[in-house]
């Protein structure tokens, strides 16, 4: 194949699954397939299927989204742990359903990020609930740099052992689709 300047070089218009492209890396050239190339955007959905519960008001837990709904380039470890295959700027968005399960005083829940382990400054925030079964649904999201092999971890804190974040399977009547306790989406922007 002679040395072409890019200008010269056809134009591709599809990209077929069989396709093969030369990469080079650290002074070797590799062959890739098309389907480990990636154009898109790394990205991934977790859900969870269980009600989490607190041991003690003194300790951070890690909410868990254990179930992978998609993903590419991004996957959980350990229920927790939302990894990057690959370096960039994510957003991470949440919603977390807690769940008062005894009345009487007005009692928090904080909710915070952590990055590898660390929490990250400015993260957290505290929502509150007074009567019993109530719930509070809070959902928001965090954009952060991140290097491959990096993680995010959404921790948590209770002020009360009567607070949970709560899961609710399938209802009726009409018929609606189960609630997950926590749901989490990592997308590279």
Known sequence: MPNLPISQLPELTAITSNAEFA??????????????ASSGNLHGAFHSEFNQSATSVTTAY???AETTDFSSGVSVVDGCKFTVASGGTFNFQFSAVFQKTQGGTIEFVSIWLSKNGSNVPWTNTDVSMANNNEYVISAWNFVEELNAGDYLELKWRTSTLNMIC??????????RPATPSVIVTLTQI
């Not at 990469?23 to 397939?33: F, I, P």
């Open 23 to 36: 990469v080079a890396q650290g002074g070797v050239t590799y062959r890739v397939k098309a389907g480990l």
């Open 62 to 64: 890690s909410l868990s």
């Open 166 to 175: 709560s899961f609710l399977g399938e209802q009726s009547n009409p018929t």
